[in-house]
């Protein structure tokens, strides 16, 4: 049980990720309407149920993938040298990028180029930071988010997409630092015209301002062709 409770009067948003005793993990958009709300106390109870499947499911899983490879070790698996890695060629692809499309204040962030592989998406991404202090960055995460303004209320809805893998030159950046990163997910099979998918990235200590960047629901090359 899991009891939520905003510290602030004013308007803001925020997320939080809760992990079951089994390793399940929930990923979860929080928006309070502040003071300006039409019915300022909300209550609700959200009742989780896991996804149910013929195929018995491992003893966790996760909505997260916290694995990191060093530029030295990216590459090639050992036991298949000559079998191809998508995800080095990607991630080659990313740093070879000498002006992203930058985007955020201190902190910057940037898309790249996505390929649909095997039936899964990998997406390139680079973050610099431009402040005068190190930053910490969370593993990447993916989320089918829409916004839908009525004249009575507003519905905000945030569904995490799983992201299978992922890989990251650091995490941990210093002033004037760059990191390069790809990440893999399986794109969902459609949604909704109001919906948009974004890549999430935010800091250690700043989990509660992310930056949302904008991703292609269809990717602009299929196995590295274009």
């Known amino acids: 049980m899991v009891f939520?409770?905003?510290i602030t009067a004013e308007l803001s948003e925020s997320n939080a990720l809760v992990t079951t005793k089994s390793g399940q993990e929930i990923s979860l958009?929080?928006?309070?309407?502040?003071?300006?709300?039409?019915n300022?106390?909300?209550?609700?109870?959200?009742?989780?149920h896991q996804r149910r499947s013929m195929v018995i499911p491992p003893e966790t899983q996760s909505l997260v993938i916290a694995e990191i490879r060093p530029p030295s070790t990216i590459g090639p698996s050992s036991s298949d040298p000559l079998k191809p890695d998508p995800l080095a060629r990607e991630l080659t692809k990313q740093r070879s990028l000498s002006s992203p499309d930058w985007q955020g204040k201190e902190v910057l962030a940037a898309t790249g180029a996505s390929v649909d592989e095997h039936h899964q998406t990998i997406l390139g991404?680079?973050?610099l930071n431009s402040t005068k202090r190190v930053v910490e960055l969370l593993p990447p995460q993916l989320e089918l988010s829409s916004n839908n303004h009525g004249k009575s209320s507003k519905r905000t809805k945030a569904?995490?997409?799983v992201v299978a893998e992922y890989r990251l030159t650091t995490r941990r950046l210093a002033p004037g630092q760059r990191a390069d990163g790809v990440v893999v997910f399986e794109r969902p099979a459609f949604k909704e015209s109001s919906e948009r998918l974004q890549l999430?990235?935010?800091e250690a200590e700043r989990v509660d301002r992310?930056?949302?960047l904008p991703v292609p629901f269809t990717a602009s090359s299929v196995g590295g062709t274009q």
């Open 4 to 6: 939520l409770k905003p």
């Open 29 to 38: 958009q929080l928006v309070s309407a502040g003071k300006g709300a039409i």
């Open 40 to 48: 300022a106390r909300v209550d609700f109870v959200v009742e989780y």
């Open 125 to 127: 991404f680079s973050v």
């Open 159 to 161: 569904e995490p997409v």
């Open 200 to 202: 999430q990235l935010a």
């Open 210 to 212: 992310p930056i949302l």
